[in-house]
């Protein structure tokens, strides 16, 4: 794909944006399909962010991502906002469609997609969600909808864990999540959504010390380093495993498809993750 004057710019905007990987991903893609689109991430300061959204309605962007730390902020900026965004009060994903910004927050969805990818199964399985914060949100709220027998929410903070269990149970209008002081043994699904085992604190592992069953799925957001201290716990027990690489392709590729109408493909899925595999 060449750059020319019928290009259209996406982009992500954050603070800081340096360390993101979907300026590659999304290149990948468009270069690999013919998309007339360019990707770019902008480092946007607290100050600027309304100044840089009119920025992009005037430049005619067709859309953006949106990162840390204005997931929540930039609702206030947005003329319609989809009820599941609304819900979580977090948007990853505007479209910009006749002047006008469409929020959306497609993490949640990229989680599941990740999942659904491997062959697996949400329903009547126990979930456990380690973290109650902005990933865990969306991420919670989403597995819920494929009615599983039941979320635990384990957090440090106990009472954030029982504001998403909350949150959980009004949005899906039941009594699904719950939650917890440590993680209950024999869960079917283990999901940790912290930033726990990350760079450069790869020791980290959120499971420490719990005694896993091979028919224990374990899925870890983090995706730098891709095989976690606790994904590596869960091998050697012979769990499957979802690494964090699944949901940043998932949410990505969700909006793709919200910017351009394009549904997303497996080979679409692969592109992205070779691209992620250069690194
Ligand atoms: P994000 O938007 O990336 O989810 P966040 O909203 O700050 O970031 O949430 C981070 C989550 O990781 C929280 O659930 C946090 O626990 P608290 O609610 O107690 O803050 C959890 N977390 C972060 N560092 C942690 C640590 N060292 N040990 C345990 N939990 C941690």
Avoid at 233 to 252: E, N
Wanted: proline residues 5%.
């Amino acid at each position: 794909m060449e750059i020319t004057s019928s290009t259209s710019i996406v982009g992500l905007i954050g603070h800081p944006v340096a360390h993101s990987l979907s300026p590659r991903i999304h290149s990948a893609l468009y270069q690999s399909i013919d998309l007339d689109l360019a990707y770019l991430a902008f480092d946007i300061l607290p100050g600027d962010l309304a100044d840089s959204i009119s920025g992009m309605l005037a430049l005619g962007f067709k859309g953006f991502n949106v990162t840390i730390p204005y997931k929540e902020s930039v609702l206030s900026l947005i003329d319609i906002v989809d009820p599941y965004a609304q819900q979580l009060g977090a948007i990853n994903t505007v479209r910009i469609g006749n002047g006008r910004l469409f929020g959306h927050n497609t993490d949640g969805e990229g989680f599941i997609q990740a999942f659904k990818r491997e062959n697996m199964s949400i329903k009547n399985k126990s979930v456990v969600i380690i973290g109650a914060g902005g990933a865990a949100r969306p991420i919670g709220v989403y597995m819920a909808k494929e009615s599983p027998e039941r979320i635990a929410i384990v957090n440090r903070t106990f009472e954030k864990g029982k504001i998403l269990a909350h949150l959980i149970n009004d949005v899906t209008g039941s009594q699904i999540a719950s939650p917890v002081s440590q993680i209950p043994e024999n869960m079917d699904i283990i999901v940790n959504t912290t930033s726990l085992g990350m760079w450069p604190n790869i020791r980290y592992n959120p499971i420490s010390g719990l005694s896993l069953s091979p028919e224990t799925i374990v899925c870890d957001i983090v995706y730098n380093p891709r095989m976690t201290a606790m994904l590596r716990q869960a091998v050697s027990s012979g769990c499957q495993i979802v690494d964090g690489t699944g949901m940043l392709i998932g949410q990505a590729l969700s909006s793709v498809q919200i910017w351009t109408g394009k549904p997303v493909k497996e080979k679409y899925w692969q592109i992205m993750q070779e691209e992620l595999d250069k690194l």
